[in-house]
């Protein structure tokens, strides 16, 4: 165990670490395609099988009656059956690019087409640092995760419940994250959306802080929406869906499969059935609201068929995510891809490999949002401090990896090739190498590239000791972003209000 005080003396991180941009990067490099045009129609064909014969269960009477007044087949026992020309017309309303607006509106970003965004992890309800151990999350670490979003040059959108604050009660938690969110960050914001009455409470204080107007037509907040792998939708989620659709905000689709457990131990079994799970809802969507931006987001990792644990950075989630990927440039859909996954406890080998493997694989499907980028420990159960910085560096080479080569004249160092530098030479201090020496290559954080004498002499730190001084400079140099006095009573006595009005008992 370290102290605060140790690893802020001894601790040496990289010199004048090289960024990339703080500007959203767009990702110039070609999605890499498994699959031929005839396959990805074969994987729509089955998609649209399980829709129009087995169906998708939605366990929610308001939306039961969205359905059937759009076409759609409603059953006695709530499974609801889609006719492939009712998904493709719905499909068609769907838009392909826009824009998230942030509270600081030169932070919005575009979703969709070549653009790119990266969120932290969302939902753990437990904590890591090297100095403190695993524990349960409180509200101070997640207003701490938001300051270090905030300040990442690699982060554009803030998440949401980056951790589980265990410390406030659970059925006023929405409010509480997403004031932190408004009050300590100014980048796009997801909201809060584990039921439909927190959606609308996120709604609402996105209205006190944009306008009632502006909220109608912009979209500020973005819900996930996760599907009850296999073939089911709940009231809550469903809840959260009618509530951010009808407003104008932006859904992500995310069906959460285990293959082996909630899908087949398959890949193309797997696919096919996320594809249906993520089409219905999307098609939903657009029939609470037409137009509504949504994101086709299948989360898909696999089983350990031993110990029935998830497992990540496999390959066969590599392949099916390759698959999906495939889907939504077939409808024209913005895709959100795996983030850092790992079901590795501490920041370590298998955290760093496990990480690497879905970031990169993600990389290789052109995706327009990556959640759960940074941050992601032991299976999502845990957000680490030290692991969201090793992510950061991860995040940063990707981001260099997707803005491609530039085939600028100046790029091909001809003048130095062909007089400055004769043969055994070398290019140190040549004029083109002295005018871009500062930002030409990339250098992470957190990597030490020194020599063994050099890394030995100043204490032998490994990568995740550099790391916990590294959230803890980052936090030291948070600068929180202004937020209108008046927007900020308002907001207060709003959920002053609703704590007084929200019934428990509506989240058990």
């Known amino acids: 165990m370290v102290t605060n005080r140790r690893v802020g003396r001894k601790a040496r991180l990289a010199a004048d670490p090289v960024v990339v941009t703080i500007d959203q990067p767009l990702h110039r490099i070609p999605a890499y395609e498994l699959a031929t045009e005839e396959q990805t129609a074969t994987i729509h064909d089955t998609s649209m099988r399980i829709l129009e014969e087995a169906g998708i269960a939605f366990y929610d009477d308001p939306s039961l009656r969205i359905l059937a007044e759009h076409g759609a087949d409603v059953s006695d026992d709530s499974i609801v059956r889609f ?3 009712l998904v493709m017309e719905y499909l068609a309303h769907c838009p392909g690019e826009f824009t998230h607006t942030a509270r600081n509106q030169d932070r919005n970003v575009v979703v969709g087409g070549n653009h790119m965004v990266f969120a932290p992890v969302a939902g753990p309800p437990y904590v890591h640092d090297r100095i403190a151990g695993r524990r349960q999350g409180t509200y101070a670490d997640l207003v701490n995760f938001i300051k270090m979003t905030q300040m990442s040059p690699y982060l554009h959108n803030q998440g949401s419940e980056i951790i589980v604050p265990g410390d406030v009660p659970f059925h006023e938690r929405g409010l509480d994250i997403m004031y932190a969110h408004i009050k300590h960050g100014d980048k796009p914001m997801m909201g809060h959306y584990p039921i439909g009455m927190s959606s609308r409470d996120s709604i609402e204080m996105a209205r006190i802080v944009f306008g009632d107007d502006f909220v109608a037509k912009h979209h500020v907040l973005l819900a996930t929406v996760n599907v009850s792998s296999p073939r089911r939708l709940d009231d809550r989620m469903l809840g959260t869906l009618r509530a951010y659709a009808g407003a104008n905000q932006i859904v992500m689709l995310s069906p959460f499969i285990l293959a082996g457990a909630m899908g087949p131990v398959t890949v193309l079994g797997t696919v096919a059935q996320a594809n249906a799970e993520a089409l219905a809802g999307i098609v939903f969507a657009q029939m609470v609201r037409k137009g509504t931006a949504c994101v086709y987001g299948p989360f898909l990792a696999t089983t350990d068929l031993q110990s029935g644990a998830p497992s990540f950075g496999t390959g066969e989630s590599v392949l099916a995510q390759f698959l999906t990927s495939a889907m939504a440039r077939r409808y024209g859909l913005p895709f959100r891809a795996a983030g850092g996954y790992t079901s590795g406890k501490v920041p370590d080998s298998q955290s760093g490999m496990e990480s690497a493997i ?6 290789l499907t052109k995706p327009n949002f990556i ?9 999502g159960l845990t957000a680490s401090y030290e692991k969201f910085m090793l992510d950061l560096d991860l995040l940063g080479v990707f981001a260099r990896m997707a803005q491609g080569v530039s085939w600028d004249a100046d790029e091909w160092a001809l003048a130095s090739i062909l007089t400055e530098v004769p043969p055994g030479g070398h290019h140190l201090g040549t004029p083109h190498t002295l005018a871009r020496f500062r930002h030409a290559l990339q250098r992470p954080q957190l990597a030490d590239r020194d020599s063994f004498e050099t ?13 916990t001084a590294a959230w803890q400079e980052l936090l030291g140099r948070y600068e929180q972003p202004p937020l209108d006095e008046a927007v900020d009573a308002a907001l207060l006595e709003y959920m002053t209000r609703r704590r007084t009005e929200i019934d428990p008992a509506e989240f058990q």
């Open 83 to 85: 006719d492939r020309e």
């Open 371 to 379: 959640l759960h980028a940074v941050g992601w420990m032991e299976s």
């Open 358 to 363: 879905s970031l990169f694989s993600s990389m």
């Open 455 to 467: 890394w030995s002499a100043a204490g032998a730190h490994p990568a995740e000791e550099r790391a």
